[in-house]
């Protein structure tokens, strides 16, 4: 079964089970926002939403300024 077949409940609950018994309210969030972000690069990059390595260098550059 692949992440696409699954549902977001199963995929929080997976990600939770995985963490450590003593892991906090804040650990558990923050991974669970972890999973959700790579959920969405992985849907942005099989629809073409992706932009190229020297681009992405160009913008980092403009922060600095």
């Known amino acids: 079964m692949s992440i696409a077949?699954?549902?977001p409940k199963e995929?929080?609950?997976r990600a939770?089970?995985?963490l450590p018994d003593d892991?906090?309210?804040e650990e558990i969030l923050r991974e669970l926002a972890f999973?959700?972000?790579i959920e969405r690069g992985l849907a942005d990059s099989a629809a073409?939403?992706?932009i190229s390595h020297e681009?992405?260098?160009r913008r980092i550059?403009?922060?600095a300024r």
């Open 5 to 7: 077949d699954t549902s």
């Open 11 to 13: 995929v929080m609950i």
């Open 16 to 18: 939770i089970q995985e």
């Open 23 to 25: 892991s906090s309210y």
């Open 35 to 37: 999973a959700r972000m």
């Open 48 to 50: 073409g939403r992706t």
């Open 55 to 57: 681009d992405m260098g």
């Open 61 to 63: 550059a403009t922060w």
